[in-house]
């Protein structure tokens, strides 16, 4: 069993910034790639950063210059920076990480996609 667990959300004003972590934990063998999304009331969950267990990071076009995703593989976190925030990033925000699992006897043969609950993010103008 994987649980990924998210903090740091909160309300903001526009112009600030929050820090948001995700740490995985459980029977983990490997972890690939990690990232962030967001879902806005009435929209579709969006993509906001991912980051490989290499360190290359990608980016929205909303968020490139204001954000920034890291990793500490060595905790099994991910975190995204976010600084200028703006009420459009107002959004429930989602951890995501693709983990290959190990039990007592085997490794996974692939990686799962698993999923954090959610942390509200609120920006006021």
């Known amino acids: 069993q994987v649980q990924l667990v998210e903090s740091g959300g909160g309300l903001v004003q526009a112009g600030g910034s929050l820090r948001l972590s995700c740490a995985a934990s459980?029977?983990?063998?490997?972890?690939?790639?990690m990232g962030w999304y967001r879902q806005a009331p009435g929209k579709q969950r969006e993509l906001v950063a991912t980051i490989t267990s290499g360190g290359t990071t990608n980016y929205a076009d909303s968020v490139k210059g204001r954000f920034t995703i890291s990793r500490d593989n060595a905790k099994n976190t991910v975190y995204l920076q976010m600084n200028s925030l703006k009420p459009e990033d107002t959004a429930i925000y989602y951890c995501?990480?693709?983990?290959?699992?190990?039990?007592?006897?085997?490794?996974?043969?692939?990686?799962?996609?698993?999923w954090g609950q959610g942390t509200q993010v609120t920006v006021s103008s």
């Open positions: 459980g029977s983990i063998f490997s972890i690939n790639d």
């Open positions: 995501n990480a693709k983990i290959r699992i190990t039990t007592a006897t085997k490794i996974r043969s692939h990686d799962d996609d698993y």
